[in-house]
C-alpha cells in the first residue's frame, strides 16, 4: 500500500476529486505531518509516494529551496544532527549520527534520541539536557558515554514553527578522543604522585638500593601499562663528567645498554643531543636519521625526552618502536609531563641520600666532638708522663708511645666511619672542592687556653679532612711536637700570641730546635702588639701572610693555612704514618664562635 504525506493544520485528508487531474490510487494511507519541517523527513521512507500540501501551508519557494539544500548539507556534516519532538522521539538523524549509533538503516519509528544511542550514561553537567531546553526554551548541553566506550557531547536548542509544537535541535559531537586524552593526562600525573611516593616507615626500613629498585619497578610499569611503551632506556647524567650512566633498560640490548654515551651534540646518539641540548626529539625513521644509534635490532623510530628539574637535565628517558613513524604529539607531551615526574622522584631519591649521609655524619660529629677534647686531654697527659720517664723504664715508654697512638687512633677511626657514612656527592661542594684538597691528611696543632678555640678548630679543620689535636700552653705544644716525630710531626701549627706561659713568638723560636722549619701561624685578638711578636716573628721566618686577627672569617683561616702549608719545603722523610691516612671526608659548614660569619 503507496502512502500519501498530507501537510495541513487538521480536518479529513483531501478527496480524490480534490485532486483535479491527478488520480490518486484507491488504496493510498494518508499520514499526517502538522508542517514542512516534519513531512521531509518522511519523505525517506521508501513507501511513501508523495506529499499533499494545502495551499495554506505552502511555504515560499526559496524556503523549500533552503530546505532542501540545508537538509543535504546536514546530511553529510562531520557532526551528528538531529531533529527530535517535544517527547524526545527522533523526527530525522543525520548520516554520521547513524554511523556513531551503529544504524545505518535509520532511526525505527518512534525511536527516542537515548535509545538511537542505546541508552548511554549521561556525565553532565546537565543531566536532563533535553527536558531543560524544553523547559527553559535555552540551550542546553551534557556528556554521553555510550556501551561502546564512546563519548559524546551534545548540544540541544529548541525550534518554534507556528503550526507545529516545539522541537529540539541537537548537535552531537564525538569527543571520545579527548576524554580519553584527559584521562590519561590524570593517570600520568596520579603516576607521577606514586612514583617516590614513600611512607615514613618505608623510608626507614629501605635502604637507598631498595628505594632506587622501587622506582626503576614503578618507572617501568607505568610506562608500559600506561604509555604502552616496551622499549625503554633511561640514564641520568653525571654532572660533573657528562656521562649519562644507565638507570633502566627494558627491552633495549645488552651491549647498546653499555655502550658510553656523552651529554654531547654529535658522535653521541639522540640521547646524547637531548641531554645536550635538553630539548625532545622524535624520530620518524631510524633509517634516515643520522643521530640515530641502534639500541634494538628492529627499532624504526624513538621518542626521546630530557629529564628537567630546574632547567637542569638531569638525564634522558627513550622509547623505541618496530614501526616507522609510531610516535605522534600526544606521545611526547604525554612523555614529557611523566619524565618531568620522573626528575623530580629522582630528586627526592637524591634528597634522601644527602639527608640520611647528613644524618649519619652528625651522629659521627657529635661522638667526634665528644671525644676530640678528652683524646687531647690523654695525648697532653701522655707526653708529659713520658718526659718524665726519659731514661727510666723502656716498657713503660713503650706503653706511653701505644697510648699516644691508640688516642690517635680512636679520632682517625671516627673520622673513617663517618666517611664511609657519607657519601662525597652529598658533601657541600664547597668542602669536597679540589681547591682544597691540600688540607687532606694534614696535621695541625693549635695552641690555645681557651677551650672554645680549641673545639672549633677540631670542628671547622677536620670537615677539611684535617687532623687536629691540641695544646694549652707553649711547654705543653713542646712535648707534643717533640714526642710526635720532631722536624715531621705537624705541617702547621696555629697558636694564640699570648700564652699562659710565654708568647706565641717564643714558642716559635723554642719549636725551631727540634724543626728546621716551622710553619707557624700566630693568632691575636689585638691590632696592636705591645711586644712586637708578630714584627719580630717575621723577622726571624715568619711567614707574611701567616697571621690572623681574631674574629676571623672561615674562609680567612683555611686560605692562612693553605697559604703556609703551599709554602714548606718538600720533606726529605716519608710523611708519618697518620698522616694522608684520612681521605678528607668533609662535613657540613657551621661558623666558629671565635669567627664572624
Not at 559524546?152 to 522541537?167: D, E, G, L, Q
Not at 627499532?299 to 627513550?318: A, M
Not at 730546635?513 to 708578630?534: A, E, Q, R
Not at 719545603?569 to 669567627?595: F, L, M, Q, V, W
Request: proline share 5%; glycine share 6%; hydrophobic share 40%.
Amino acid at each position: 500500500m503507496s502512502k500519501m504525506i498530507w501537510v495541513g493544520d487538521g480536518g479529513q485528508p483531501p478527496e480524490a476529486s480534490s485532486a483535479g487531474t491527478i488520480d490518486f490510487p484507491g488504496d493510498v494511507q494518508w499520514v499526517r505531518a502538522e508542517s514542512i519541517v516534519e513531512a521531509f523527513p518522511m519523505l525517506e521512507q521508501e513507501s511513501v509516494a508523495g506529499i499533499w500540501l494545502e495551499r495554506s501551508t505552502l511555504p515560499q519557494i526559496s524556503e523549500i529551496r533552503g530546505i532542501t539544500q540545508s537538509g543535504l548539507m546536514l546530511r553529510d556534516m562531520p557532526e551528528g544532527v538531529a531533529l527530535l519532538d517535544s517527547d524526545l522521539r527522533v523526527i530525522w538523524a543525520n548520516r554520521q549520527l547513524l554511523q556513531w549509533a551503529g544504524r545505518d538503516e535509520g532511526p525505527p519509528l518512534g525511536m527516542t534520541f537515548y535509545e538511537l544511542l542505546h541508552n548511554p550514561e549521561i556525565m553532565g553537567p546537565d543531566f536532563c539536557p533535553f527536558h531543560t531546553s524544553l523547559a527553559t526554551g535555552d540551550q542546553s548541553h551534557s556528556t554521553l558515554h555510550s556501551t561502546h566506550n564512546q563519548y559524546f557531547k551534545v548540544h540541544a536548542a529548541p525550534i518554534y514553527s507556528a503550526a507545529a509544537s516545539r522541537h529540539l535541535i541537537v548537535t552531537v559531537s564525538d569527543i571520545t578522543e579527548e576524554i580519553l586524552q584527559e584521562q590519561k593526562l590524570a593517570a600520568i600525573h596520579q603516576a607521577g604522585r606514586e612514583l617516590a611516593d614513600l611512607r615514613p616507615n618505608e623510608i626507614f626500613m629501605m635502604e637507598v638500593d631498595e628505594r632506587i629498585d622501587l622506582l626503576k619497578d614503578n618507572i617501568q610499569h607505568y610506562l608500559r601499562d600506561l604509555l604502552n611503551f616496551e622499549v625503554i632506556e633511561i640514564r641520568v647524567l653525571e654532572q660533573s663528567t657528562g656521562d649519562l650512566l644507565p638507570l633502566l633498560s627494558v627491552g633495549i640490548d645488552e651491549e647498546a645498554s653499555d655502550r658510553k654515551l656523552l651529554a654531547r651534540m654529535h658522535e653521541n646518539g639522540i640521547t646524547g643531543y637531548v641531554a645536550a641540548s635538553g630539548v625532545p626529539y622524535i624520530c620518524h625513521d631510524v633509517l634516515n636519521d643520522p643521530l640515530f644509534i641502534p639500541g634494538v635490532a628492529n627499532t624504526r623510530s624513538s621518542l626521546t625526552v630530557p629529564l628537567i628539574l630546574h632547567d637542569q637535565v638531569l638525564g634522558t628517558i627513550n622509547v623505541e618502536s618496530p614501526d616507522v613513524a609510531t610516535f605522534t604529539d600526544s606521545d611526547l607531551q604525554f612523555l614529557e609531563i611523566f619524565a618531568r615526574d620522573i626528575a623530580f622522584a629522582l630528586n627526592t631519591l637524591e634528597l634522601l641520600v644527602a639527608q640520611k649521609a647528613n644524618t649519619a655524619q652528625q651522629s659521627c660529629d657529635a661522638i667526634h666532638s665528644a671525644v676530640a677534647m678528652p683524646v687531647d686531654a690523654i695525648l697532653n697527659d701522655a707526653v708529659h708522663v713520658m718526659e718524665g720517664y726519659i731514661g727510666h723504664s723502656s716498657e713503660v715508654m713503650d706503653r706511653l708511645s701505644r697510648i699516644l697512638q691508640n688516642s690517635r687512633d680512636i679520632k682517625r677511626t671516627i673520622q673513617q666511619i663517618g666517611q664511609k657514612m657519607t657519601p662525597l656527592e652529598a658533601v657541600a661542594a664547597d668542602e669536597k672542592s679540589e681547591r682544597h684538597v691540600i688540607l687532606r691528611g694534614k696535621r695541625i696543632l693549635v695552641v690555645d687556653e681557651d677551650d672554645q678555640v680549641r673545639e672549633d678548630a677540631h670542628r671547622l679543620l677536620e670537615r677539611y679532612g684535617c687532623v687536629v689535636e691540641t695544646a694549652h700552653a707553649g711547654d705543653e705544644a713542646l712535648l707534643m711536637v717533640r714526642r710526635s716525630g720532631g722536624q715531621n710531626s705537624y705541617d702547621a701549627i696555629i697558636s694564640d700570641i699570648r700564652l699562659a706561659d710565654y708568647s706565641g713568638y717564643q714558642l716559635m723560636l723554642r719549636l725551631g730546635k727540634f724543626m728546621d722549619h716551622v710553619p707557624m701561624i700566630l693568632m691575636t685578638g689585638f691590632g696592636y702588639d705591645p711586644g712586637h711578636s708578630i714584627v719580630k716573628a717575621k723577622q726571624n721566618g715568619l711567614h707574611p701572610k701567616a697571621v690572623l686577627y681574631k674574629p676571623f672569617r672561615l674562609d680567612q683561616l683555611i686560605d692562612v693555612l693553605k697559604t703556609v702549608l703551599e709554602a714548606a719545603p718538600k720533606p726529605i722523610a716519608e710523611p708519618p704514618e697518620d698522616a694522608g691516612n684520612n681521605d678528607g671526608t668533609e662535613h657540613s659548614a657551621s661558623t666558629p664562635s671565635g669567627a664572624r660569619p
